[in-house]
């Protein structure tokens, strides 16, 4: 874990507030397009990811969607986040500057930085700095002006029509969900706990009953909300149930947002963002303050089935 403090890398915990995590705003918040310093442009991005974090593979999901795989590399670092925080290594290298960490990108972008050094990143390599590391505004970068680079897919994740839909649900989707088992797992006092376990399921109940009659969640079309909810389901039963003790009930209990969950697996190019073994490695093995030993449980052996009928286990 950690963060950098004018430029200088501390092995420090995660900030509470009344034993509720907290956490930090991102930093970066340039916009490929809005102006000179970050021109639309072929082979000048690059994704910095982790395959655990959910935040991260937003933007894989998307890239694969949209077909920017070839116009935006991606580097991904090593499950492990320890004393130095995301680290590379000669299986997974920094391919532009050989950097150890990935908080040294960060020095480079910004050499008095001070806060949290986060996946993703999107990485100008023209300029040798972070455009910007909100894995919110990445996914709508890739989704517009990036978006001319791919293969030309015929998606749209932020249709104009349903965008204060999409916005009502990922707000509430953000803050109970994807940031509600964080705020579970990390809790700092039970009180805390209870509540955000509380919200966390009152909102997976809403999203079930939402789903009653429809595929996806906004306009029975794929968007971006869907996304943004579904890199936290897929890790719900292997990582949240157990490790974040968000056990009151599984995915698996909930039959339409599994069956979402099913159903975005299926979609081409996807499997292939999702990593379960590393993601496991990741969680069990980085969160020691949680579980100290490290020890990786082996379960649970969910299989990923898609509406064909074809079964594929991520990972």
Not at 6 to 16: M, N, S
Not at 232 to 239: C, E, G, H, K
Not at 240 to 251: A, M, P, Q, S, T
Request: net charge negative; proline share 5%; glycine share 8%.
């Amino acid at each position: 874990m950690g963060k950098l403090v004018e430029g200088t890398w501390k092995d420090v915990g995660y900030e509470h507030d009344d034993g509720r995590f907290k956490r930090d705003e991102s930093a970066f918040r340039a916009f490929v397009g809005e102006d000179d310093r970050f021109p639309v442009a072929r082979d000048r991005y690059r994704l910095y990811v982790s395959l655990a974090c959910p935040w991260a593979h937003r933007t894989l999901v998307a890239r694969a969607l949209l077909g920017l795989e070839e116009a935006i590399p991606v580097t991904v670092v090593d499950p492990l986040m320890l004393e130095r925080g995301w680290t590379f290594s000669e299986e997974r290298p920094d391919p532009l500057y050989g950097a150890s960490a990935l908080y040294e990108l960060y020095q480079r972008a910004k050499a008095d930085y001070s806060g949290r050094v986060t996946v993703p990143v999107l990485w100008d390599t023209a300029r040798e700095t972070i455009v910007n590391n909100e894995s919110a505004e990445i996914l709508r970068m890739l989704n517009g002006p990036l978006k001319a680079l791919g293969r030309g897919a015929p998606l749209d994740l932020y249709p104009e029509a349903l965008r204060g839909e999409i916005d009502a649900v990922n707000d509430r989707v953000y803050d109970t969900v994807n940031n509600g088992v964080y705020k579970a797992g990390f809790a700092g006092t039970q009180e805390a706990y209870d509540e955000a376990v509380g919200e966390l399921f009152a909102t997976l109940d809403w999203l079930e009953a939402r789903l009653d009659g429809h595929e996806w969640l906004v306009g029975d079309r794929l968007t971006e909300a869907d996304i943004r909810l579904w890199t936290t389901l897929v890790r719900f039963d292997p990582v949240y149930h157990v490790h974040f003790k968000c056990n009151v009930r599984r995915l698996v209990d909930y039959p339409r947002l599994w069956a979402l969950t099913r159903r975005l697996y299926a979609e081409d190019g996807v499997a292939a963002t999702v990593d379960l073994d590393y993601t496991k490695t990741h969680y069990y093995g980085s969160h020691r303050f949680l579980n100290p030993k490290g020890i990786v449980p082996r379960g649970p052996a969910v299989t990923v089935v898609t509406p064909e009928g074809a079964a594929a286990r991520p990972g």
